[in-house]
């Protein structure tokens, strides 16, 4: 297939890519690491999510990464370091969400603008949430790989950022996003996997696939043919790229597991289908799928509250379900689509079908096993400088999660609670 017909399809966003020439220049996954040594003193530290807490605790994070995590007695407070009582607070892994959209009108300056806006809608959507690494779901790369690159120099402060390249059906233009914006919509196989090379040549993560479409309340859902699906899929598992997808219906998640995807990008409520059925638990599980959730994304949606009800009551039943069928959850919110930043419903909704410990695991060691990133997701010696400072016990209350104080990303502080 040639290029020229591969960028008349992909549409604006990877048009726009290409004419700022980002295509093929990699971007540097550096990290503005902190000069200082940080230390958190004094506050309860939760290693990881089966851990039992220690109280009293000091964490040393020095060159961007734990140097020592101890009691206050076993452990050497640096003489220059820049010290944080914690003392009443919990201490607890960086956080992952792993469903967001960098497409607010806000980064139409992400390349050139001031970063100090930058950094405060960063904080407002993101960091003030805990987040220091993020999946961003679709968006225009010619936004995205700039700010990404700013956030890496420490110009912008922001999360580690993962972006991936999306791809849509053959009329498969979703009714929620504005009609004039230029999606690639691909009937071809081989067009598919074209994209796909294109987007992962440019310095993207992976691919997601819109294995199907919502049209509109009145309208049947348009759904990716498997071979598209799995042509997208082969070139980025060759490269060693994992692909997100969103199903709308059943069969939107029989691609997913026909075309070999790894995450489900949300749970799945639709006419007829309120559980996944028992051949695709046993096909997520042999293939190792993911799943995130977004449950409160539905609730914002849907505005009668009969019907929010209803879907939140199967949705929570798809989370119990794939679960407890030994499935790899992926906390994520949609942020960016959904303008609701506050995560706090999303961890009371979680919590109907997780335990507190079983949440925290989709905000730390799930995702850092999930996509390989041995430092990340713990609070341990040699781990990352991925914190989060909390103003209360999660495992008292999962709401806990959404009260930050701190926010520290690579020993830098990137949000503080004013
Ligand atoms: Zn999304």
Redesign the pocket.
């Known amino acids: 297939m040639e290029n020229r017909k591969v960028l008349r399809l992909s549409g604006n966003w990877l048009r726009a890519a290409l004419s700022l020439g980002l295509l093929g220049s990699a971007v540097a996954s550096g990290t503005a690491a902190s000069a200082q040594t940080l230390v958190l003193r004094g506050g309860s530290v939760y290693a990881s999510p089966d851990a039992a807490p220690l109280p009293d605790a000091v964490v040393v994070v020095s060159g961007g990464a734990i140097s020592a995590v101890g009691s206050a007695s076993d452990v050497q407070i640096p003489p220059d370091a820049r010290v944080i009582d914690c003392a009443g607070k919990t201490v607890v892994a960086g956080f992952w969400n792993s ?1 967001v ?1 960098f497409t607010e009108a806000v980064w139409k300056s992400a390349a050139n603008g001031p970063a100090a806006p930058l950094t405060a809608h960063m904080q407002e959507m993101l960091t003030r949430w805990g987040f220091t690494t993020v999946w961003d ?2 968006s225009n790369p010619a936004d995205a790989l700039p700010l990404r690159r700013r956030v890496n120099a420490g110009e912008v402060l922001g999360p580690n950022i993962f972006l991936l390249g999306s791809i849509f059906p053959k009329d498969g233009h979703p009714a929620y996003l504005p009609a004039e914006l230029k999606l690639p919509e691909i009937a071809d196989p081989d067009v598919s996997a074209q994209l796909a090379r294109s987007y992962l040549g440019m310095g993207l993560d992976g691919i997601k696939l819109f294995t199907g479409s919502f049209k509109g309340e009145d309208k049947p859902v348009v759904n990716m043919d498997v071979a598209v699906a799995k042509a997208a899929v082969d070139v980025a598992h060759a490269q060693g790229k994992p692909v997100f997808a969103h199903p709308q219906n059943k069969t939107g998640v029989d691609t997913v597991i026909a075309a070999g995807v790894d995450v489900m ?1 949300h749970t799945a409520p639709g006419p007829g289908y309120t559980q996944y059925t028992s051949e695709q638990l046993a096909r997520f599980k042999s293939q190792g799928t993911a799943l995130i959730p977004t449950l409160s994304l539905f609730t914002t949606v849907v505005l009668d509250p009969g019907v929010t009800a209803q879907i939140t009551a199967v949705t929570v039943n798809q989370l119990r379900q794939f679960a407890e069928n030994g499935g790899v959850v992926l906390f994520g919110t ?1 942020i960016g ?1 959904t303008k609701v930043y506050d995560t706090t419903l999303e961890y009371e909704l979680m919590h109907r079908a997780l335990s507190e410990r079983q949440v925290l695991a989709t905000l730390t060691t799930n995702p850092a096993q999930y996509f390989k990133a041995a430092k990340k997701g713990r609070v341990e010696r040699g781990f990352d400088g991925d914190l989060v400072v909390l103003d209360g016990d999660p495992m008292a209350d999962v709401r806990n999660l959404a009260k930050v104080a701190y926010t520290i990303r690579a020993g830098q502080i990137i949000y503080q609670k004013p």
């Open positions: 469903h959209h779901l679709g990008a949609d689509f």
